[in-house]
């Protein structure tokens, strides 16, 4: 499994400078609100992302007043070590080092040390609009496949060099055809290998979410999702052509697999419209352990779980549910945070499991 | 949680360079001459302030005879350099030494983005051809469409002067990808070979640390092991 043994936190967010030692697989942190439970699961995920969980600027990570941050850890990896460094500079300039030695490129980080996410927020995942789903597939995927990062990124560049020749050829009012057939053409190459991921992927990934649900919430509603995408009926080619004189109007691409999305429906009805509070968590849980379990499953380790104020909306017998299944089920470090130490601490022991508490002041 | 006490223990390389940014803001400088000396050589890339300061001073020392000449070499180098006719090269003249030379092939075209690149290839002194220029790649986002670059004179070119072979030269990424497929396009009707320089693995580098699509692109792209070691 991965294990983070120790982490240092220099200027970023609350932090000025502090550090701490992890030795067990369950760390419950408490604190009041605001004393940094959350920025502490956002730097181990920095250190497994690169980059914040919550899309936001880098230089908003450094401390109020201050420049540049750091974020060091010692994580153990099925028993070998590695020292995990992330640094802003004072000029905003990003460094990621491990064991001393700087990536040239961040992505090839992703998915080296892969880390689980579960926010209060998250729940916009399932009510939200299609793009928060993408960007949850999309990460999943990343991190099993370098080469689906690889052509997400192509595939983005390509789709925006592909809506500036729009919008060029709208202002000008001229277009020349050749280029665009070639940037379709490139276009079509990224969005057909990604599109035979994606449904590949989600032949295992929508079972394994299904499964999960019931789990938590017990039979009776049972979810049904399907992987929605125009690729499904069309190449991305024929897509591009037959789009091609509204896209020329819209000055942008109207089809491709930027439009794909996950749909979830109870009882025939669109999830997010009759689903309560409880089931919407319970689907996003069903959905982040399935991630979890795939990249245990592709991994042959463990990822490290961030659970932070899960506490909140699920009823008492779901939540055991869910600890056990996490806790004690899992070979894993779990980082799990909330006010009440208490609360913690009777968890934990209910569920007869070693772990040690962070108190933050 | 705010503990200021721990500041020391953060690792000085860390905080190292304190804010040179803001210092030199407020650098007075006696002279409005100097100053503004110092203001055209910080223009430059690479050149900060400070070693623009540092390099006006030196000149500031030099006879007035030397600094003429130094300012002199720069305007003529500017005003009388000229770019190839044929190629888009530098040239003291219409047509550069490179395509003005008979013991080059004049039928073989390396397709470059820049001068820049030009000189990298010239200095490995291994090509004996030609060169093309495009001065820039095909870009939209940038506003660089194929009408900003030397692409209909390169397929002038290939016409009149029967090419044989058109090598590119370009940057391994989306837009020389672009490029390269755009002008393939243009002259495809020509009997022209197109080929690419090899992408694959360092000399030097370790397999281990390549990515995934650069050793796959090595291995497609694989060499008998006579050229390979030859080309040592
Ligand atoms: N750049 C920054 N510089 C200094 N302090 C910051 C910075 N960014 C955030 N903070 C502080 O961090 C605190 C929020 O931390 P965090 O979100 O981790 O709290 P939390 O313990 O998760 O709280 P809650 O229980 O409400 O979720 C706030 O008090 C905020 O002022
Ligand atoms: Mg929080
Ligand atoms: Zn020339």
Redesign the pocket.
């Known amino acids: 499994m991965l294990f983070f043994r120790q982490l240092m936190l220099t200027q970023f ?2 932090y000025v400078f502090d550090s701490f030692t992890f030795t067990q697989n369950v760390v419950g942190i408490s ?10 699961l ?1 730097a181990i995920h920095y250190l497994c992302f690169t980059k914040s969980y919550f899309s936001r600027p880098d230089a ?5 007043g201050m420049q540049g941050f750091r974020l060091q850890a010692t994580v153990t990896r099925q028993q070998q070590d590695f020292e995990l460094l992330c640094i802003l500079r004072e000029n905003n300039r990003k460094e990621f080092l491990i064991d001393g030695d700087a990536y040239k490129k961040f992505s090839s980080h992703i998915g080296r040390f892969p880390c689980v996410m579960i926010a ?1 927020d998250d729940v916009e995942l399932i009510s939200n609009g299609s793009e928060e789903r993408r960007k949850f597939i999309d990460t999943l995927l990343s991190q099993l496949n370098e080469d689906y990062l690889k052509n997400l990124i192509d595939y983005t560049k390509i789709l925006q060099q592909r809506n500036s020749l729009l919008k060029a050829a709208a202002e000008h009012n001229r277009l020349d055809d050749a280029l665009l057939d070639i940037l379709d053409e490139q276009l079509s190459e990224r969005a057909t290998n990604i599109y035979n991921r994606r449904n590949d992927f989600m032949q295992e990934f929508i079972p394994a979410v299904q499964q999960e649900y019931e789990s938590i919430a017990g039979k009776g509603d049972e979810v049904h999702i399907n992987y929605y995408s125009q690729l499904h009926h069309n190449s991305m080619q024929r897509l591009l052509r037959e789009n091609r004189p509204r896209d020329l109007y819209l000055q942008r691409t109207g089809a491709g697999i930027h439009k794909d999305d996950l749909e979830f429906s109870m009882q025939q009805q669109a999830f997010k419209n009759i689903a309560s509070q409880g089931q919407r968590k319970s689907l996003l849980f069903a959905l982040k352990l399935a991630e979890f379990n795939i990249l245990k499953q592709y991994k042959g380790f463990a990822p490290v779980l961030l659970l ?2 899960i506490f909140e909306k699920l009823d008492a017998a779901r939540m055991h549910n869910l600890l056990h299944k996490v806790c004690v089920q899992q070979q894993a470090q779990v980082f799990i ?1 909330d ?1 009440h130490k208490e609360r913690l601490e009777s968890a934990f022991e209910q569920l007869g499991i070693g772990f040690e508490l962070v108190k ?1 002041e | 949680m705010l503990i200021p006490f721990f500041i020391h223990i953060i690792p000085a390389h860390f905080l190292a360079k304190p804010y040179p940014i803001l210092y030199l803001c407020k650098m007075q400088l006696a002279s409005n001459l100097l100053e503004n000396a110092v203001n055209e050589f910080a223009k430059l890339p690479g050149i900060g302030k400070k070693t623009a300061l540092r390099l006006v001073l030196h000149l500031l020392k030099q006879d007035t005879a030397e600094v003429s000449h130094f300012g002199e070499t720069i305007t003529k180098m500017r005003t009388d350099i000229q770019f190839c006719n044929r190629c888009g090269n530098v040239s003291d003249a219409a047509i550069c030494t490179i395509c003005a030379n008979p013991l080059r092939n004049q039928r073989l075209i390396c397709v470059v983005e820049n001068i820049r690149d030009v000189i990298a290839i010239e200095n490995t002194q291994q090509f004996s051809g030609t060169y093309h220029v495009l001065g820039g790649i095909i870009s939209p986002l940038d506003g660089v469409g194929p009408e900003q670059l030397n692409i209909e004179s390169l397929t002038n070119r290939i016409q009149t002067e029967e090419t044989e072979e058109l090598i590119f030269a370009l940057n391994p990424n989306i837009q020389g990808d672009t490029t390269i497929y755009y002008i393939q396009k243009k002259i495809q009707q020509l009997p022209c070979k197109i080929t690419t320089i090899a992408r694959g693995i360092a000399f030097g580098g370790e397999l281990e640390y390549a990515d995934e699509l650069t050793l796959a692109r090595s291995l497609t792209n694989r060499l008998p092991v006579g050229s390979y070691i030859s080309n040592r």
Do not use: C, Y
């Open positions: 967010r609350n604190g009041a609100n605001g004393s940094g439970k959350t920025n502490l956002d908003q990570n450094v401390h109020q209060p932070d104020d945070t006010t933050l």
